[in-house]
């Protein structure tokens, strides 16, 4: 069974400009989490997908967005990028509807902004 | 405040020493508790989990955690650690069914020494 997938696993962006991550969940899972990890921070939950619909979210600006689509697939958006946006952000997907369910983390997106 | 807390944030321990790696929670119920570790550059490998029941779980890699109600507490122990053990770890909590948000403590960096 195929992990989570995370694409790109590298991104240099200039500041002002809009980066699109994209991930592919486990089979079967329809649930998709993202968390953005910074030295400073931690790691931090920006906010969970399932069904097409954002669940849940953490305390993130506006400019932090994501969808999903029918076959659970996720991408987060990040427009105007800041500095302090460079990260590494992981995707994270679970069978949401079942009980005693865990995440399951792909390999991360590193992103630099300069 | 409900809050995951890790206090070491760095530990070294020699080659084939046993290991314990401290996680306290405060929350008003028994959240689910998870063990994740992290490679450097890498994205998060879940070691064991508990959500309820024996309070002692055995996870992958040789490692067990034992859930103390009474201390708040779910603590990651290993008898003999191996050079490949050298990671960052992270202890995480979950509140609710059905909420797939993962609260992460602050990590411990673990080297090993020869």
């Known amino acids: 069974k195929a992990g989570v997938t995370q694409t790109p696993r590298y991104l240099i962006k200039t500041r002002g400009q809009q980066v699109t991550l994209s991930c592919s969940p486990i089979s079967g899972h329809r649930s998709v989490s993202w968390y953005q990890q910074t030295p400073g921070q931690g790691l931090q939950f920006l906010f969970e997908?399932?069904?097409?619909?954002?669940?849940n979210k953490g305390n993130f600006p506006g400019r932090f967005s994501g969808r999903q689509f029918s076959n659970s697939r996720s991408e987060m958006n990040v427009s105007t990028l800041e500095l302090g946006d460079s990260a590494l952000y992981l995707c994270a997907s679970s069978a949401r509807q079942v009980m005693n369910t865990e995440a399951f983390f792909g390999q991360g997106t590193r992103l630099t902004v300069v | 405040a409900q809050s995951v807390t890790q206090p070491d944030i760095h530990i070294t321990v020699s080659e084939g020493a046993s290991l314990e790696l401290r996680c306290n929670y405060s929350y008003g119920a028994t959240p689910y508790l998870f063990w994740y570790v992290q490679s450097p550059g890498q994205g998060l490998q879940l070691l064991l989990k508990?959500?309820?029941?024996?309070?002692l779980v055995q996870g992958i890699k040789g490692f067990e955690a034992e859930f103390k109600r009474s201390q708040s507490s779910f603590n990651l122990r290993k008898p003999s650690v191996h050079w490949s053990d050298a990671a960052e770890y992270f202890c995480?909590?979950?509140?609710?069914?059905?909420?797939?948000?993962?609260?992460f403590g602050t990590g411990t960096r673990l080297t090993i020494i020869p």
């Open positions: 508990y959500f309820s029941g024996d309070t």
């Open positions: 997908y399932f069904s097409e619909t954002q669940r």
């Open positions: 995480a909590v979950n509140l609710n069914f059905g909420n797939e948000k993962l609260t």
